[in-house]
Every structure is written in C-alpha cells, then in structure tokens.
Nanobody
Framework: QVLLVESGGGLVQAGDSLRLSCAASGRTFSGYVMGWFRQAPGKEREFAAAINWSVGNTYYADSVKGRFTISRDKAKNTVYLQLNSLKSEDTAVYYC???????????WGQGTQVTVSS
C-alpha cells in the first residue's frame, strides 16, 4: 500500500517561495507518476504538476507553469514541489498523489495548507 505524507506548507506573502515535500513509502515507485494537486476554498480540486518517477518527465498546469517546479529524489523516495512567485490565488490545500502505469491517481496524502497573503 502506498503511503504519502506531505509537508512544507505555511503562511507566506505574495511573491514568496515555498517547497512542499511528499514522502512516499510502501513500495518501489518504478512505473508511477507522482502528482501534486490543489484545492482552494469553495473550488474543485485541480491538477498542478506531475512527474514520471522513472524517467523524470514533468507536466504542469498552465496556471503554475514557469512558477512551480516538480522534482523527485529517488534515494529519499520524496517528491518536491517548489513554489515561486506565489500569488493569493495559489492559496489552497496541496495534495500529493500517485498513479501507477496510467491509471487514475489512486493514492493520496492528507494535504498541506498553503496560504498566500496579498
């Protein structure tokens, strides 16, 4: 069973940066795509970024492209999301998720809150 634990959220000002971490355990992650999603108050959860664990290909939503960077450390079994130039509209709970070989993202973390004050 895949276990995902996020950390690194907090309260920051517009223009600041944060790095979110997602510690993954429970199996080896070859064949997985690891993703970050976010859910703002009163809105549906939306995709932010994803990375192919094995080869490192990355994917981004247009709303975060150029500001957020997803990466992974295979030795630490950890996925990161670097958030730069934060805006108030980036305020959300950020979730880490895992997808095995193209299936839906079926494993989710508990989320970490990011609040950006303007």
């Amino acid at each position: 069973q895949v276990l995902l634990v996020e950390s690194g959220g907090g309260l920051v000002q517009a223009g600041d940066s944060l790095r979110l971490s997602c510690a993954a355990s429970g199996r080896t992650f070859s064949g997985y795509v690891m993703g970050w999603f976010r859910q703002a108050p009163g809105k549906e959860r939306e995709f932010a970024a994803a990375i192919n664990w094995s080869v490192g290909n990355t994917y981004y939503a247009d709303s975060v492209k150029g500001r957020f960077t997803i990466s992974r450390d295979k030795a630490k079994n950890t996925v990161y999301l670097q958030l730069n130039s934060l805006k108030s509209e980036d305020t959300a709970v950020y979730y880490c998720a895992a997808s095995f070989r193209g299936a839906d993202f079926g494993s989710w973390g508990q989320g970490t809150q990011v609040t950006v004050s303007s």
